[in-house]
C-alpha cells in the first residue's frame, strides 16, 4: 500500500509517501515540499496547488491520503488561507478517488510519539527512527507530512486486517 502524508499550508505543503505491507514495515519512498510564492493573489496560490498536486497523485498513485486536520490558536488571518488550501487538497484528493485520514494534531502526536502533547523534535526524531532514516528529514512541512504517512500506515483499517 501505498500511503501519501500532506502537511497542508498555503506558502508550503508537506509531501511524505512511504510504501508498506504492515504497520512494521515502513519503507520511505520519497519527501519534498510543494511551494507558492507569497506576492500572488489566493487564487492563483491556490490553483498552483491544486495542478502541483494533481501531478504529483498522477505520479505517485497513493493508495490513502492522511490530510492534518487544522488546529490555530491565535492568528485566524493564516487559518483562513490554510483552510483554503486543505480544502484545495481535498477536492484534489477526492476528484482522484484517494481515501483520506485526517487525523488532528493531538492524534497524530499521540498515534506516532505515544503523547498527544509531544514536541515537534520528539515526532520528528520518532519518525526517523521508524522509518530507519539516520538524519531528521527537511523541512519541517515534509517531515511532518512523512509523520503522517506512518500514521496511516498504523491506523489505515486495511493494514490492520492484513496484519491480523
Known amino acids: 500500500m501505498r ?5 497542508p499550508g498555503l506558502a508550503r505543503v508537506g ?3 512511504i510504501d508498506t505491507s504492515s504497520p512494521y514495515d515502513l519503507q520511505v519512498v520519497e519527501w519534498l515540499t510543494l511551494e507558492t ?3 500572488l493573489p489566493l487564487g492563483d496560490r491556490l490553483k498552483e496547488i491544486r495542478t502541483d498536486l494533481d501531478a504529483y497523485l498522477r505520479e505517485m498513485k497513493p493508495d490513502l ?3 492534518e486536520r487544522l488546529f490555530f490558536k491565535t492568528n485566524v488571518t493564516t ?3 490554510v483552510a483554503h488550501a ?3 487538497i ?3 484528493l477526492a476528484e482522484h478517488a484517494v481515501p483520506i485520514l485526517e487525523p488532528t494534531p493531538m492524534q497524530l502526536k499521540s498515534g506516532i510519539a505515544g503523547d498527544g502533547g509531544a514536541a515537534k523534535r520528539q515526532m520528528q526524531d520518532m519518525v526517523a527512527r521508524m522509518l530507519h532514516l539516520a538524519t531528521i528529514p527537511t523541512p519541517d512541512d515534509a517531515a511532518d507530512a512523512l509523520a ?3 500514521y496511516g500506515a498504523l491506523h489505515a483499517p486495511t493494514l490492520q486486517t492484513q496484519a491480523s
Open 3 to 7: 500511503i501519501l502524508g500532506i502537511d
Open 15 to 17: 509531501l511524505g509517501v
Open 37 to 39: 510564492a507569497a506576492g
Open 65 to 67: 491520503a492522511v490530510v
Open 79 to 81: 487559518a483562513i488561507d
Open 86 to 88: 486543505r480544502g484545495c
Open 90 to 92: 481535498l477536492l484534489c
Open 148 to 150: 503522517l504517512a506512518v
